[in-house]
Antibody, heavy 120, light 107 residues
Framework: QVQLQESGPGLVKPSETLSLTCSVS????????WTWIRQPPGKGLEWIGY???????NYNPSLKSRVTISVDTSKNQFSLKLSSVTAADTAVYYC??????????????WGQGTMVTVSS | AIQMTQSPSSLSASVGDRVTITCRAS??????LGWYQQKPGKAPKVLIY???SLQSGVPSRFRGSGSGTDFTLTISSLQPEDFATYYC?????????FGPGTKVDIK
């Protein structure tokens, strides 16, 4: 079955760029919508954005100026870059697969999540 | 962005209880609403999509209903493994937005 696994540094300095990768195994990345979602400690979930199988992207306006999501189909991976980070970007970052084909709209497969702390 | 609210923010219940959680959208979203369950230290898991469709493998004691702006998740008979936080998600337009969550704990 399809599995997702996040990877990347667990500690990032303020003003630097957070970079995470999500590896997709057990299935092709060349379909569906591939998404990043984050959750600050003790708080709720925030949708960051997605990249589609066609390469189109859509970002949360609250983060849009700092976010880039890209895909490497040869490696079956997609990535998140978040620039100019502050302590407010400290969170667990999840990658997830989104089905968006009526009648099904859902994040049906999630990675385990990776904690990223922004601190000097 | 569409704002999602949930009530209650937390509740205490016993095994076997019927539990109802409400989610409200700041504007109409048709049936484009999902419910997710999250246990501590784990990723969320989809329970319901399209307001009332049960995700494959999810027990039938979970039921979603509603349309437009008001939605409900009902657990007909709470089981020990159901103690968790529940989030609604509007899938109607971007940016996708989650409700603040409802924590269900043991009474």
């Amino acid at each position: 079955q399809v599995q997702l696994q996040e990877s990347g540094p667990g500690l990032v300095k303020p003003s630097e760029t957070l970079s995470l990768t999500c590896s997709v195994s057990g299935g092709s990345i060349s379909t569906y919508y591939w998404t990043w979602i984050r959750q600050p400690p003790g708080k709720g979930l925030e949708w960051i954005g997605y990249i589609s199988y066609t390469g189109s992207t859509n970002y949360n306006p609250s983060l849009k100026s700092r976010v880039t999501i890209s895909v490497d189909t040869s490696k079956n991976q997609f990535s998140l870059k978040l620039s100019s980070v502050t302590a407010a970007d400290t969170a667990v970052y999840y990658c997830a697969r989104r089905i968006a084909a009526r009648p099904v709209y859902a994040f049906d497969i999630w990675g385990q999540g990776t904690m990223v702390t922004v601190s000097s | 962005a569409i704002q999602m609210t949930q009530s209650p923010s937390s509740l205490s219940a016993s095994v076997g209880d019927r539990v109802t959680i409400t989610c409200r959208a700041s504007q109409g979203i048709g049936n484009d609403l999902g419910w997710y369950q999250q246990k501590p230290g784990k990723a969320p898991k989809v329970l319901i999509y399209g307001a009332s469709s049960l995700q494959s493998g999810v027990p039938s004691r979970f039921r979603g209903s509603g349309s437009g702006t008001d939605f409900t998740l009902t657990i007909s008979s709470l089981q020990p493994e159901d103690f968790a936080t529940y989030y609604c998600l509007q899938d109607y337009n971007y940016p996708l937005t989650f409700g603040p969550g409802t924590k269900v704990d043991i009474k």
